[in-house]
């Protein structure tokens, strides 16, 4: 098994996932993207250290 049988599937599942949103209510997901803008770097960087934590944690109780 080498890192593309594992990475694409991966990528393609987060980027259905990342569509299902503004597919399904794109003024939701405007007003969040908004409110987004308006947060700081540190709020951001936050969010994202949180969300890859968050997946490393689900990997690792799956594996």
């Not at 980027?15 to 700081?40: K, N, Q, Y």
Request: glycine share 8%; net charge positive; charged share 15%.
């Amino acid at each position: 098994m080498n890192l593309g049988d594992i990475f694409v599937p991966a990528l393609a599942l987060m980027l259905v996932l990342e569509g299902v949103l503004p597919f399904l209510a794109p003024a939701t997901w405007r007003e969040a993207f908004v409110r987004m803008t308006a947060l700081r770097d540190g709020q951001i960087r936050f969010m994202g250290l949180a969300s890859m934590l968050s997946g490393l944690f689900l990997l690792l109780i799956t594996r």
